[in-house]
T-cell receptor, first 110, second 114 residues
Framework: EDQVTQSPEALRLQEGESSSLNCSYT??????LFWYRQDPGKGPEFLFT???AGEEKEKERLKATLTKKESFLHITAPKPEDSATYLC???????????FGKGTLLTVNP | GAVVSQHPSRVICKSGTSVKIECRSL??????MFWYRQFPKQSLMLMAT?????????EQGVEKDKFLINHASLTLSTLTVTSAHPEDSSFYIC??????????FGNGTRLTVT
């Protein structure tokens, strides 16, 4: 059974204070690791897909990396508008089912 | 980019009544749609996979007679919560597959059963 564990559960940062979120996973035959952003009362918004160990992707202040056991979402010089819950999910096997972690609630204070 | 529209965004119903939630892919055809449920501070839990023109596939523990899914066209899937009870109160989110691209999610429906 695929499993995803995210840490920390919650993270408070000051504006400009860089940090990283962790996503540990176990999956049979990784077909993709996904990062989503979720704002309160909204559906998840796609950020990145990573497919193989060593892969990295960047978008503005966010950078996602992948190893065989975990993924990191690095946030550089965050701004208050980066405050959200960040979700990690994996896809294993031939279907499109995603297994999600519980998310990390990020709060960036001005 | 691909857009998934979900309606309504919020609904309040009385215990014992049924509620229908719609999920539409606005600018692409979705052969497969997914229905998730999310409790506060919990993961999104997949309830069922909906394929156009065929019966939905339900995850273990999800009552198919309670959560009726219809995917009658390539752009519309519906979830009907039948005989709703307070424990069915939750945040329901649909997603749709556009080829092999990442899943696109709707904005969710907050269901409150009184």
């Amino acid at each position: 059974e695929d499993q995803v564990t995210q840490s920390p559960e919650a993270l408070r940062l000051q504006e400009g204070e860089s940090s990283s979120l962790n996503c540990s996973y176990t999956v049979s035959g990784l077909r993709g690791l996904f990062w989503y952003r979720q704002d309160p009362g909204k559906g998840p918004e796609f950020l990145f897909t990573l497919y193989s160990a060593g892969e990295e992707k960047e978008k503005e202040r966010l950078k996602a990396t992948l190893t065989k056991k975990e993924s990191f979402l690095h946030i550089t010089a965050p701004k208050p508008e980066d405050s959200a819950t960040y979700l990690c999910a994996v896809r294993g096997g031939s279907n499109y089912k995603l297994t999600f972690g519980k998310g990390t609630l990020l709060t960036v204070n001005p | 980019g691909a857009v998934v529209s979900q309606h309504p965004s919020r609904v309040i119903c009385k215990s014992g009544t049924s509620v229908k939630i719609e999920c539409r892919s606005l600018d692409f055809q979705a052969t497969t749609m997914f229905w998730y449920r999310q409790f506060p501070k919990q993961s999104l839990m997949l309830m069922a996979t909906s394929n156009e023109g065929s019966k939905a596939t339900y995850e273990q523990g999800v009552e198919k007679d309670k959560f009726l899914i219809n995917h009658a066209s390539l752009t519309l899937s519906t979830l009907t919560v039948t005989s709703a009870h307070p424990e069915d109160s939750s945040f329901y989110i649909c997603s749709a597959r556009d080829g092999d691209s990442p899943l696109h999610f709707g904005n969710g429906t907050r269901l409150t059963v009184t």
